[in-house]
C-alpha cells in the first residue's frame, strides 16, 4: 500500500500527510492555519505562457538601447552591457560587474532555466536534469534584480532631466515589461506541483 507523502509546515514544523485537494484547494495547516500547499488550474501552462514572454522581453530590453540623452546636439545611447562596460572604464569595475550580473546574467540564467524546467513538464517529460536544474534556478532568483537595475535607471533620469534631454528607449519598456511578467510567473507558478512532478522522476529507476 502507498502511503501519502510527508510535508512540514513552513510556519511550526508540525509534519503531517499530504491530501488530495480538489481544484483551486488549499491545504492548511491544522495547528497554525498557514497554507502549506494549493491546486491550481494549468499552473505550468500560465506560467510557461509568462516565461516565454518573459524571454521575448529579455531580448528586446537587451537588444535596444535602453535610454538616449542628447547634450548639446550629441545622442548618446547605450545598451545594458554598454553601460557595464563603460562603468568599468570609469575605474568602477565592481559596480559595473554587479550591473552586467544581476541585470543580464543572472535573468538570463532564471529565464532560460525556468524554459528548460517547465517545457519538458508541459508535455509530462521529466529528465533526470530537471531537479538540480530547479535548485540551480531557485538559487539564482534572489539575485536577479531586473526591478532594482530599473529603479537606478530611473534615479539616474530623475538626475540628469535638468542637464540633457533624456529620453526613454525601447529597452527601458520591454524591461517594465519584463518585470511584470517575472513577478506574474512567480506568482502563477505553483512550486508543490512542481516538486510532486519532479519527486516522480527522482524514484523512477535509472535504464
Request: net charge neutral.
Amino acid at each position: 500500500m502507498k502511503h501519502a507523502a510527508l510535508i512540514a509546515c513552513h510556519e511550526c514544523d508540525l509534519l503531517q500527510r499530504e491530501v488530495a485537494l480538489p481544484s483551486g484547494g488549499k491545504a492548511m495547516c491544522p495547528r497554525c492555519k498557514a497554507t502549506l500547499y494549493t491546486q491550481s488550474n494549468n499552473s505550468i501552462d500560465r506560467a510557461l505562457a509568462l516565461m516565454l514572454a518573459a524571454a521575448v522581453l529579455f531580448l528586446i530590453g537587451n537588444a535596444f538601447p535602453v535610454v538616449s540623452m542628447e547634450i548639446q546636439g550629441q545622442r548618446t545611447e547605450a545598451l545594458v552591457w554598454q553601460g557595464a562596460w563603460r562603468l568599468h572604464e570609469e575605474g568602477e569595475t565592481l559596480v559595473g560587474m554587479l550591473v552586467l550580473l544581476t541585470a543580464l546574467v543572472f535573468p538570463l540564467v532564471h529565464i532560460a532555466g525556468m524554459l528548460a524546467i517547465l517545457v519538458p513538464l508541459r508535455f509530462g517529460l521529466t529528465p533526470r536534469y530537471l531537479v538540480p536544474a530547479y535548485r540551480t534556478v531557485e538559487e539564482v532568483k534572489p539575485w536577479s534584480m531586473v526591478e532594482v537595475f530599473m529603479l537606478g535607471v530611473l534615479v539616474s533620469l530623475v538626475k540628469l532631466a535638468h542637464m540633457a534631454k533624456v529620453v526613454p528607449g525601447i529597452g527601458m519598456w520591454a524591461f517594465f515589461g519584463l518585470i511584470i511578467a517575472l513577478a506574474w510567473a512567480s506568482s502563477t507558478l505553483n512550486p508543490h506541483e512542481v516538486w510532486s512532478r519532479l519527486e516522480v522522476s527522482e524514484l523512477e529507476p535509472a535504464s
